[in-house]
């Protein structure tokens, strides 16, 4: 059984541009580009990519929280579950657009 998945106008990348860095926890700031963004059972996703992901074909996915009036914040995915959800929403996105002619 599916899971309602919604592609959504990109908030993140209205706020922020087409790219965002993060900060590691030993301090190093990495730049990701803004691959897409998703609604899947009414949370928001963003999938992002680094230039080394890019050449791997990866990304990483993070959960999007928005509060009125503020820049959407990214949070890390913790539940296994959920993680595979997003993956799987992520990659539905990405083999449908590839399959449009």
Do not use: H
Not at 15 to 42: C, H, P, Q, W
Not at 44 to 71: C, D, I, N, P, T
């Amino acid at each position: 059984m599916s899971a309602p998945f919604d592609r959504q106008p990109g908030s993140l990348k209205a706020a922020l541009g087409g790219s965002v860095e993060l900060i590691a926890e030993d301090g190093t700031a990495m730049r990701y580009e803004i691959k897409a963004e998703f609604e899947l059972n009414g949370q928001k996703y963003a999938a992002l990519q680094s230039e080394a992901m890019r050449r791997e074909e990866e990304v990483e996915l993070f959960r999007v929280q928005e509060v009125s009036g503020q820049e959407p914040e990214l949070e890390s995915i913790e539940d296994d579950e959920e993680w595979e959800a997003a993956s799987e929403a992520y990659d539905d996105l990405w083999f449908k657009d590839e399959e449009q002619p």
